[in-house]
T-cell receptor
């Protein structure tokens, strides 16, 4: 079974802090994604990566950056956390553009 | 950019059939996927259509018309456990973009 592990299930951070959300997958998948999920807005794509050190902006990249130094790990970075970044963050991975995506259990981030 | 439209809520009776529609606007279209998400859980893959037509997987079927930029998910013999959110998603190259989701409530 594919396993996608997000480092924290719940996280509380202060406004202005630099926040790191980690995602690790164990299936050697090329593609990895970061989404945020908010009620009524569905899953919105923040960034994605199709290879090591490669990254592409999604629909809402502002205020975020990512890092993919190793194939199995994709990190989402909030440079200076703000209250409007309070959300559920979901990491996903897949092997190719036509295959199914596998999701982690999500990190519920609260910025106070 | 990407744009996907699906109904926000659908209610149906146990044992009935329900159809959830999805229309999309996108560039670089590879196919349309469907995902299910129960409250508190992660989205899980249901089906994928790359070509026009119907794909059937047990009680679930998914349809795609590329010329109409339209697809639907058909759930038959509804069960209470089918109450969940359902998302259509466009595969466009490396990206995977989701709609806002349809909340399905199955009632006794």
């Amino acid at each position: 079974d594919v396993k996608v592990t997000q480092s924290s299930r719940y996280l509380v951070k202060r406004t202005g802090e630099k926040v790191f959300l980690e995602c690790v997958q164990d299936m050697d998948h090329e593609n990895m994604f970061w989404y945020r999920q908010d009620p009524g807005l569905g899953l919105r794509l923040i960034y994605f990566s199709y290879d090591v050190k490669m990254k592409e902006k999604g629909d809402i990249p502002e205020g975020y950056s990512v890092s993919r130094e190793k194939k199995e790990r994709f990190s989402l970075i909030l440079e200076s956390a703000s209250t409007n970044q309070t959300s559920m963050y979901l990491c996903a991975t897949r092997t190719g553009e036509k295959s199914e995506a596998f999701f982690g259990q999500g990190t519920r981030l609260t910025v106070v | 950019g990407q744009s996907l439209e699906q109904p926000s809520e659908v209610t149906a009776v146990e044992g009935a059939i329900v159809q959830i529609n999805c229309t999309y606007q996108t560039s670089g279209f590879y196919g349309l996927s469907w995902y299910q998400q129960h409250d508190g859980g992660a989205p899980t893959f249901l089906s994928y259509n790359a070509l026009d037509g119907l794909e059937e997987t047990g009680r679930f079927s998914s349809f795609l018309s590329r010329s109409d930029s339209y697809g639907y998910l058909l759930l038959q013999e509804l069960q209470m456990k089918d109450s969940a959110s359902y998302f259509c998603a466009v595969n466009s190259g490396y990206a995977l973009n989701f709609g806002k989701g349809t909340s399905l409530l199955v009632t006794p």
